[in-house]
């Protein structure tokens, strides 16, 4: 079964309003998630890094005040696209692991990711 | 920084005929090395990594790649496909050093296995 559960999978929204993306660790405690953001034919971008209890970490270019992400535990991250625009449409997808040096034999879990449409 | 490149976004093969799907990286840090896998309506599984010891890395499916330092490649390949092999294949780097784990991906590889 799924590690990693993203929800919802697919979510189609008017311009102007927010939108809550939810990954879940299912059978473990993940330290740390992140937050990718995939263009048609494109690589996956990271947008942000979240660490549990402690603010995101988001990649140059991303505006941090449109896409709020909170990790309020060692199971679920959120992220919510606010006054979204057309342009934000995208596929969201989420990873979840542990970190630190000694991490790397561990796995990173994908969620099956979110296509956002916003009209 | 990091950057991967895959220059092959599409590649057709027959079944059981070879294949290589190319990745080369730029990095002016140490990298570890990962191909992740990614089956239609499903989320990225990991399908190897490179993290240090033999430059040659195995799948449980078949596939290996070769860390080539001099190169800057980490090129998958496998001898025999079959067509339950057909997806999208990311080659993907990340820090070696700081246990940041955020992963840089290349574009992506879409494998066609037609019978």
């Known amino acids: 079964g799924a590690v990693v559960s993203q929800h919802p999978s697919w979510v189609i929204c008017k311009s102007g309003t927010s939108v809550k993306i939810e990954c879940r660790s299912l059978?473990?405690?993940?330290?740390?998630m992140f937050w990718y953001r995939q263009f048609p034919k494109q690589s996956l971008m990271l947008m942000a890094t979240?660490?549990?209890?402690?603010?995101?970490?988001?990649e140059q270019g991303v505006e941090k005040d449109k896409f709020l992400i909170n990790h309020a535990s060692l199971t679920l991250s959120t992220l919510t696209v606010t006054s979204a625009h057309p342009e934000d449409s995208s596929f969201y997808i989420c990873?979840?692991?542990?970190?630190?040096?000694?991490?790397?034999?561990?796995?990173?879990?994908f969620g099956n990711g979110t296509r956002l449409t916003v009209t | 920084a990091q950057s991967v490149t895959q220059l092959d976004s599409q590649v057709p093969v027959f079944e059981e005929a070879p294949v290589e799907l190319r990745c080369n990286y730029s990095?002016?840090?140490?990298?570890?090395l990962f191909w992740y896998v990614q089956y239609p309506n499903q989320g990225l599984q990991l399908l190897l990594k490179?993290?240090?010891?033999?430059?040659l890395v195995e799948s449980i499916n078949g596939f290996e790649a070769e860390f080539n330092k001099s190169q800057t490649s980490f090129h998958l390949r496998k001898p025999s496909v079959h067509i339950s092999d057909t997806a999208e294949y990311f080659c993907?780097?990340?820090?070696?050093?700081?246990?940041?784990?955020?992963?840089?991906f290349g574009s992506g590889t879409r494998l066609q296995v037609q019978p």
């Open positions: 990873s979840a692991g542990l970190s630190g040096l000694d991490s790397y034999n561990s796995p990173l879990h």
């Open positions: 059978d473990f405690q993940a330290t740390t």
């Open positions: 979240s660490n549990e209890g402690s603010k995101a970490t988001y």
């Open positions: 990095s002016s840090v140490s990298v570890y």
């Open positions: 490179y993290l240090s010891g033999s430059t």
């Open positions: 993907a780097v990340s820090e070696r050093d700081t246990g940041r784990r955020a992963l840089t």
